[in-house]
C-alpha cells in the first residue's frame, strides 16, 4: 500500500486524519483503504455503468452492481438505478414483456362460445347484400351465409 496523500489544503485536522485512515492513492487513482479498490469519481460513473450494463446485455440493478463490485468498492446504487430506469432499451424490453391486458376467452365445448360478423356488400354494383359469418371458437369452424335482410324475423 502506498500512503503519498494530497490532503486538501484547508481542512481541519481531525477531517484530514479520517481521510486519511479511509482513501489512498495508488498511481494517481483514490483507493478504498478497507476494500483496496478503487472508488468511482463522478465523471466516470457514466462510463462504468455503461460498461457494465449495456454492454453486459442490460443487466438488472444487483447483477450490475455485483459486476461493478469485482472492480470498483463501492456503488452509488441511487444514481445506478436512476441510469437503468432512463435506459431506453430497457424501457423498450419492460414493454415489450409485459404481460397482455384482458382476460383469455376459455371455451370447452363447440358452439360454447360463437364469434359473428354481419359483412355488408351494399355498396357493390350487384346492389345490396349481406353475409354473416359465425366461427366456432373451441373447434375454429368456420360458416357463413348469404343474408336478405339485416332485420331478425
Ligand atoms: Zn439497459
Redesign the pocket.
Known amino acids: 500500500m502506498t500512503n503519498n496523500y494530497t490532503i486538501i489544503p484547508g481542512i481541519d485536522a481531525k477531517l484530514k486524519s479520517q481521510i486519511k485512515g479511509l482513501f489512498y492513492l495508488k498511481n494517481n487513482i483514490i483507493m478504498c483503504s478497507k476494500k483496496n479498490k478503487p472508488i468511482i469519481i463522478l465523471s466516470e460513473l457514466d462510463e462504468i455503468f455503461k460498461k457494465h450494463?449495456?454492454d453486459k446485455n442490460?443487466t438488472g440493478v444487483n447483477t450490475t452492481i455485483k459486476s461493478i463490485e469485482t472492480i470498483y468498492a463501492t456503488v452509488p446504487v441511487n444514481k445506478l438505478k436512476d441510469y437503468?430506469k432512463n435506459?431506453?432499451?430497457?424501457s423498450l424490453?419492460t414493454t415489450l414483456l409485459k404481460a397482455p391486458t384482458g382476460k383469455a376467452i376459455k371455451s370447452t365445448a363447440v358452439w360454447g362460445q360463437v364469434v359473428m360478423d354481419l359483412i355488408d356488400f351494399s355498396s357493390t354494383p350487384d346492389g345490396e347484400f349481406k353475409l354473416i359469418h359465425f366461427k366456432d371458437h373451441f373447434s375454429k369452424f368456420t360458416y357463413a351465409t348469404p343474408l336478405i335482410s339485416k332485420q331478425g324475423e
Do not use: F, Q, S
Not at 87 to 90: F, I, K, L, M, P
Open positions: 450494463h449495456n442490460h437503468i435506459c431506453e432499451v430497457c424490453k
